[in-house]
């Protein structure tokens, strides 16, 4: 809107500018030219009455010419038939014949009355020339038109200046304009990121235009529609989870009694058993991770806070679950000084501890174990990644791999929930960081995590 006000304001004063100096260029130097040749009638007339009244004394008598401001002229006569021309000029001496443009020289000798613009020491003079056939007189005036040039100039300066003020002032209005206009959809863009990041009660206050209301009222209910939606949704979730712990229970208990006696049955009875085991133990991990994702919805987890230095969480949490043979590289130092530790942050460590084992089982279930887990920091914000040496993730999956119950091609056969990504993703947003998967040095995947460093006062 404002490149289209500005462009639209250019071309318009630019339009404008060009008739208004063209109209003024041809109306200035016509009137210059007219009074010019008017005067130059008149000097001519009485260049007549003096070569008709004393002839002998006409070189004194041109010196007295009146002409135009500035003006200089220049008088030719043919005395008689066969005798050469004489010429006569004003003093001091400045234009002679040569001076004077050819053309309009040939044209005023030929006895044809005439004009014409030419340059001269560098300044734009008008010549005219009037022939007087009758007693043999040619009469030559040039006159400067400095004065026209000047104010011409002037006006194009003043044009100039005019179109730059008025493109900058269209602009100006339609950046005000486009400001007002999108101000209202900038504050849907704003409730519409809100409510994506997890603020469901956010809502639109009401406009007085009355269309713009109606777009609020609209956005309004489909916001509480999306809320009740949701919420719904996750009621049922938790709920389903809720009842499913129990029987979940009960069968893990009963699957553990038979997997007791399980060398009592026969060799394809003891298959059955396994496959049953193992069954349970993903019906009870996906009850799991469902009731976890729903106290993280309702944001209903607890939360404690505390001081922390990273590089040694990070490693007790790999011995503690089985994984302290992966190399564990930090390029966060700590001090064992009285300086404060540059791994040292404060927050909830059991988030950690659940998207560092998630991220361990994850490697380790689809993509043959980790490699390797490290652990970067820029000053503000810390960087945890956990790579392997998989068949990786592709491009077009990396966006939904922490989405809730999708899977990569390469782990559609694996074992798990298909939850996991997605807890690891919503403890790191806990966190204020993020989750992403990037390609990794060893030819696999490095699922990375981000978080702000916060340091107790």
């Known amino acids: 809107m404002v490149l289209f006000f500005g462009l639209a304001a250019m071309a318009a004063a630019i339009a404008l500018s060009v008739v208004t100096y063209a109209s003024t260029r041809s109306y200035l130097l016509g009137q210059r030219s007219e009074v010019a040749q008017r005067q130059a009638f008149n000097?001519?007339?009485?260049?007549?009455?003096?070569v008709e009244a004393d002839s002998a004394n006409i070189a004194d008598l041109v010196t007295q010419i009146r002409t135009e401001q500035g003006g200089y002229a220049v008088v030719q006569l043919d005395e008689r038939p066969g005798r050469a021309s004489l010429f006569y000029a004003q003093e001091p001496l400045r234009f002679t014949q040569s001076n004077l443009p050819p053309e309009l020289v040939e044209l005023?000798?030929?006895?044809?009355?005439?004009?014409?613009r030419f340059q001269f020491e560098n300044r734009p003079y008008e010549a005219i020339g009037v022939a007087v056939p009758s007693i043999g007189l040619h009469y030559f005036e040039a006159f400067p038109v400095t004065d026209v040039e000047n104010t011409l100039r002037t006006i194009q300066i003043t044009l100039l200046i005019g179109v730059i003020f008025i493109t900058l002032s269209a602009g100006v209005l339609g950046l005000t304009m486009s400001r007002t206009v999108l101000q209202p959809l900038t504050r849907v863009a704003l409730a519409a990121n809100q409510i994506a990041t997890g603020g469901l009660d956010t809502r639109?206050?009401?406009?007085?235009?009355?269309?713009?209301?109606?777009?609020?009222?609209?956005?309004?209910?489909?916001?509480?529609?999306?809320?009740?939606?949701?919420?719904?949704?996750?009621?049922?979730a938790s709920d389903v989870s809720h009842e499913l712990r129990s029987p979940v229970t009960a069968l893990s208990a009963a699957a553990d009694v038979l997997v007791s006696r399980k060398s009592e049955f026969s060799e394809r009875n003891q298959q059955a058993i396994d496959i049953m085991q193992k069954q349970i133990?993903?019906?009870?991990?996906?009850?799991?991770?469902?009731?976890?994702?729903?106290?993280?919805?309702?944001?209903?987890?607890?939360?404690?806070?505390?001081?922390?230095?990273?590089?040694?969480?990070?490693?007790?949490?790999?011995?503690?679950?089985?994984?302290?043979?992966?190399?564990?590289?930090?390029?966060?130092?700590?001090?064992?000084?009285?300086?404060?530790?540059?791994?040292?942050?404060?927050?909830?460590?059991?988030?950690?501890?659940?998207?560092?084992?998630?991220?361990?089982?994850?490697?380790?279930?689809h993509a043959n174990g980790?490699?390797?887990?490290?652990?970067?920091?820029?000053?503000?914000?810390?960087?945890?990644?956990?790579?392997?040496?998989?068949?990786?993730?592709?491009?077009?999956?990396?966006?939904?791999?922490?989405?809730?119950?999708?899977?990569?091609?390469?782990s559609r056969n694996s074992k798990g929930s298909g939850l996991g990504l997605a807890i690891v993703r919503e403890h790191a947003r806990a966190l204020h960081g993020n989750a992403y998967v990037e390609q990794s040095n060893e030819g696999g995947s490095a699922f990375v995590i981000t978080f702000a460093r916060t340091v107790s006062q």
Do not use: C, W
């Open 43 to 50: 000097n001519a007339q009485l260049m007549r009455n003096i």
């Open 108 to 116: 005023t000798l030929n006895d044809v009355t005439s004009r014409q």
């Open 204 to 236: 639109l206050v009401q406009e007085d235009d009355s269309d713009l209301d109606r777009l609020v009222v609209s956005f309004n209910e489909m916001a509480d529609a999306v809320q009740q939606r949701i919420e719904r949704e996750q009621r049922f």
């Open 281 to 365: 133990e993903r019906f009870d991990r996906t009850v799991l991770d469902l009731l976890e994702l729903s106290r993280l919805d309702a944001q209903v987890a607890d939360h404690e806070t505390e001081d922390v230095r990273l590089n040694d969480l990070v490693s007790r949490i790999m011995h503690r679950y089985g994984f302290g043979d992966i190399p564990f590289i930090s390029s966060v130092p700590t001090s064992d000084g009285e300086t404060r530790s540059e791994d040292e942050t404060r927050l909830d460590r059991r988030r950690i501890e659940r998207i560092l084992v998630n991220l361990l089982e994850n490697a380790r279930d």
């Open 370 to 410: 980790a490699t390797r887990v490290t652990l970067a920091s820029d000053g503000k914000t810390f960087t945890l990644a956990v790579h392997d040496a998989g068949p990786g993730v592709l491009v077009t999956e990396r966006a939904q791999i922490f989405d809730r119950f999708s899977r990569g091609t390469a």
